[in-house]
């Protein structure tokens, strides 16, 4: 007699241990199914239209006719631990009454009398198609991890990415995959400024596949194989090299998994990296040790299968990405505002392949990243990871777009105490010219360590308030970088008409208009439109800058003046204007980043050079006086820019291209970009030196006129309250905008 039935049970305290043996029980059973494709240990996905999707007390019928995706589910916090099985097909009650042979099991029961939940989720195989690495380029010659990894074979190139730095205690090597360096003494190559340079030479320090009952001794899985595919490249010169990530920065300690400190409560966990070819990407753990593939009565089993963070931030990783390390994108201690507290990620997994599952049947794949944990690795290779070498540098060697506006903004304006004040701190705000344009000699004279942590002005709205660590980010940051000003309204209060054609002459701009708009909008379109502000982004930190002149404080101008231009720099790129940010309406098809970084970054020098020849004489000068003229210049750049490059021919042209991307988008948009940069150089100095002038900067001694501390600055923009990130409603409901 049973005293529970299997739904009565407690499964909340099951172990990984627990797990992995009840998928071993049942192995052939499952497998026999021609409809699973794969099995992994994780938590309970509930779809997100289930009644104990919001309420862990509410009771679902889990014979439901909708299938459970991996687009309409998610874990909660009350999930149970469990079994995952992917099938590429959903069954009805009907079907299950007339196949039962070919029906997943709700619970796998074990001799002992423990009891393992399954969930079925539906997720079909698809190929992602291969995509050229194109001109993938890095700025800076200082090597680390996020970099590409390219070899020759047979005539032809592979292509991967650096994960981070290691040692025997001998040597230092550079960490990637296998199968992307291949054999032992074969020449490794990287990208530098659109140039192939030698890291090193491949090493016999190797590892592919390894039995898993040996890698995990204590977990079941007698027939099977754990891919650990891990490479080493012998550095050629460590002075050539950082320990730091790209795009993330400082390591800290790995986080050592294994089976007696693996537990359930990693899943859901974000996680972040950096690819060499798919840039930044960000995720959460979704399962542990993946069995993705059976060949000859062994399975093939990944230790961490990584999945996109939400259901509106996809995974985007790509091929090249093999290598890529992913770090714990743990919540980041409050600085003091000494500047001492520089933000380290722990590291965790490096990443050796992908898997696109397509989610509701339809041909829109949800892309998963299979990764290694780390310290697997490195106790199989006998080496350690390094974190101290050439560190200190600031996260993002690039970023030119908005480093080089800022820069040669501040040649433009004309006032001399403001061009003083601007001269004494162009290394706050951005970089001197010089300095972008030799970053070989800024890395070797060390001018990046001395920020310490500390992140240039222009891109602290993206760095520091959209993608930072926890406690400083903003959560109403994003829409203030943008403004789809073409999308057209159907419904009764807009009837065709767009942003564009409200704000003519300088009307509707106000905060309540825009939010109705976007409302109507989104009420009568399938795509939902985000309500972008950047206008009044720019009239509230205008009023800001006019309000610290005024009181005199100059720390607090230069700080807002420094941030203003990643926003203006937002302004004059074409594709932040528009419906069309990242592909055709409602698709996201990695436009946006290939023509805002990837194509700037790949080439300083030329960028520098036509945008000088597009400014001319042109210097800048007072013509706005108060915030809405300020939004209102603003809205004529969105105009002056759309005439000079329209967003829908960006959009257009990129998806024609098949290799080479940045180097033939150049080529088409080149000089049109660098006009559009130049506009936005002028209306960023002119904003600057109209706040001044209102504030009555002039009447400010000579002796303010100082250059600011890093760490005053730092403290100012890692306050949340300092130009507080707001979205059309807070602007209504607290009439900031005078």
Same mark, same amino acid.
């Given at each position: 007699m049973n005293f529970l039935s299997p739904s009565e049970h407690d499964y909340s305290s099951l172990s990984?241990?627990?797990?992995? !043996?009840?998928?071993? *029980?049942?192995?052939?059973?499952?497998?026999?199914?021609?409809?699973?494709?794969?099995?992994?240990?994780?938590?309970?996905?509930?779809?997100?239209?289930?009644?104990d999707f919001k309420n862990p007390y509410a009771h679902e019928n889990r014979h439901q006719p909708t299938p459970r995706t991996l687009g309409n589910s998610d874990v909660r916090k009350w999930s149970w631990p469990c079994v995952l099985v992917f099938v590429d097909e959903w069954f009805t009650k009907e079907e299950m009454d007339a196949r039962p042979d070919d029906v997943v099991p709700q619970f796998l029961f074990m001799p002992d009398g423990r009891v393992a939940p399954t969930c079925v989720v539906q997720a079909?195989?698809?190929?992602?198609?291969?995509?050229?690495?194109?001109?993938?380029?890095?700025?800076?010659?200082?090597?680390?991890?996020?970099?590409?990894?390219l070899t020759d074979v047979q005539n032809s190139q592979h292509v991967g990415s650096l994960g981070c730095l290691v040692t025997?205690?001998?040597?230092?090597?550079?960490?990637?995959?296998?199968?992307?360096?291949?054999a032992a003494g074969r020449e490794v190559l990287t990208l530098v400024s659109g140039q192939r340079r030698t890291i090193g030479k491949a090493s016999d320090k190797q590892i592919g596949k390894k039995l898993f009952s040996e890698v995990y001794k204590g977990y079941s899985g007698a027939l099977a194989f754990s891919n650990l595919d891990a490479g080493l490249v012998r550095i050629e010169d460590v002075n050539n090299c950082t320990a730091q990530v790209f795009g993330l920065g400082e390591l800290d300690q790995l986080i050592d998994a294994n089976v007696h400190t693996l537990t359930l409560d990693c899943i859901g966990e974000p996680v972040r990296a950096f690819g060499g070819?798919?840039?930044?990407?960000?995720?959460?753990?979704?399962?542990?040790?993946?069995?993705y593939r059976s060949v000859g009565g062994f399975?093939?089993?990944?230790?961490?299968?990584?999945?996109?963070?939400?259901?509106?931030? &996809?995974?985007?990783?790509?091929?090249?990405?093999?290598?890529?390390?992913?770090?714990?994108?743990?919540?980041?201690?409050?600085s003091n505002g000494d500047g001492a507290l520089a933000p380290k990620f722990s590291p965790l997994a490096v990443q050796w392949g992908g898997r696109k599952m397509l989610a509701d049947g339809r041909e829109i794949g949800v892309q998963f990243a299979l990764a290694t944990f780390l310290s697997t690795i490195c106790r199989e290779l006998d080496v350690d990871l390094i974190t101290?070498?050439?560190?200190?540098?600031? &996260?993002?060697?690039?970023?030119?777009?908005?480093?080089?506006?800022?820069?040669?903004?501040?040649?433009?304006?004309?006032?001399?105490?403001?061009?003083?004040?601007?001269?004494?701190?162009?290394?706050?705000?951005?970089?001197?010219?010089?300095?972008?344009?030799?970053?070989? %000699?800024?890395?070797?004279?060390?001018?990046?360590?001395?920020?310490?942590?500390?992140?240039?002005? *222009?891109?602290?709205?993206?760095?520091?308030?959209?993608?930072? &660590?926890?406690?400083i980010r903003r959560g109403k940051e994003g829409p203030n970088h943008f403004a789809d000003v073409d999308a057209v309204s159907s419904g009764p209060l807009f009837p065709g008409k767009s942003l564009l054609d409200l704000t003519r002459r300088g009307g509707n701009i106000d905060p309540a208009v825009w939010e109705s708009f976007y409302d109507e909008l989104n009420d009568n379109s399938d795509t939902k439109t985000e309500k972008g502000l950047l206008p009044f982004r720019v009239w509230q930190i205008y009023q800001e800058m006019v309000d610290f002149v005024k009181e005199r404080k100059v720390a607090d101008f230069v700080c807002a003046a420094g941030v203003l231009a990643h926003y203006v720099g937002d302004a004059c790129q074409p594709l932040h204007s528009s419906q069309f940010h990242d592909g055709p309406v409602g698709q996201s098809i990695g436009v946006h980043s290939m023509y805002e970084n990837t194509m700037l970054d790949s080439r300083p020098p030329e960028v520098m050079s036509v945008v000088d020849s597009a400014l001319?004489?042109?210097?800048? %000068?007072?013509?706005?006086?108060?915030?809405? !003229?300020?939004?209102?210049s603003i809205i004529?750049?969105?105009?002056?820019?759309?005439?000079?490059?329209? &967003?829908?021919?960006?959009?257009?042209?990129?998806?024609?291209?098949?290799?080479?991307?940045?180097?033939?988008?150049?080529?088409?948009?080149?000089?049109?970009?660098?006009?559009?940069?130049?506009?936005?150089?002028?209306?960023?100095?002119?904003?600057?030196?109209?706040?001044?002038?209102?504030?009555?900067?002039?009447?400010?001694?000579?002796?303010?006129?100082?250059?600011?501390?890093?760490?005053?600055?730092?403290?100012?923009? !890692?306050?949340?309250?300092?130009l507080e990130s707001m979205n059309l409603q807070d602007m209504i409901e607290r009439q900031i905008l005078e």
């Open positions: 990984i241990r627990t797990l992995l !043996e009840a998928r071993e *029980a049942y192995h052939v059973h499952l497998y026999r199914m021609d409809r699973v494709i794969g099995t992994a240990i994780g938590r309970f996905l509930i779809r997100r239209q289930d009644k079909s195989l698809s190929e992602e198609p291969l995509r050229s690495l194109g001109r993938v380029n890095f700025p800076s010659k200082l090597i680390g991890g996020g970099y590409p990894v025997d205690g001998e040597s230092v090597y550079a960490l990637t995959n296998q199968h992307v360096i291949g070819v798919s840039g930044e990407l960000a995720g959460k753990i979704f399962a542990l040790f993946y069995r399975d093939f089993v990944s230790d961490l299968l990584i999945g996109p963070r939400d259901e509106r931030t &996809p995974l985007r990783t790509q091929h090249g990405d093999s290598g890529t390390l992913w770090v714990y994108d743990r919540p980041q201690p409050k101290d070498i050439n560190i200190g540098q600031v &996260p993002y060697w690039g970023r030119f777009g908005h480093y080089h506006i800022a820069a040669k903004a501040c040649g433009l304006v004309t006032n001399p105490k403001l061009a003083a004040l601007l001269d004494k701190n162009v290394n706050r705000l951005s970089f001197d010219v010089q300095t972008i344009m030799d970053s070989s %000699k800024s890395q070797k004279t060390g001018v990046f360590k001395q920020f310490n942590g500390f992140v240039p002005l *222009a891109d602290v709205p993206d760095l520091v308030w959209k993608t930072g &660590p926890a406690g001319g004489n042109r210097k800048a %000068k007072k013509d706005v006086a108060g915030g809405k !003229e300020a939004a209102v004529q750049l969105f105009r002056d820019v759309r005439k000079i490059l329209p &967003p829908e021919e960006i959009v257009d042209f990129f998806q024609t291209l098949t290799d080479n991307r940045p180097a033939q988008m150049w080529e088409e948009f080149g000089e049109r970009t660098a006009e559009c940069m130049a506009l936005g150089c002028l209306r960023l100095a002119s904003l600057w030196q109209s706040a001044w002038v209102e504030g009555g900067g002039d009447q400010i001694p000579n002796t303010k006129l100082v250059e600011i501390k890093t760490s005053a600055l730092r403290h100012k923009y !890692e306050n949340k309250a300092f």
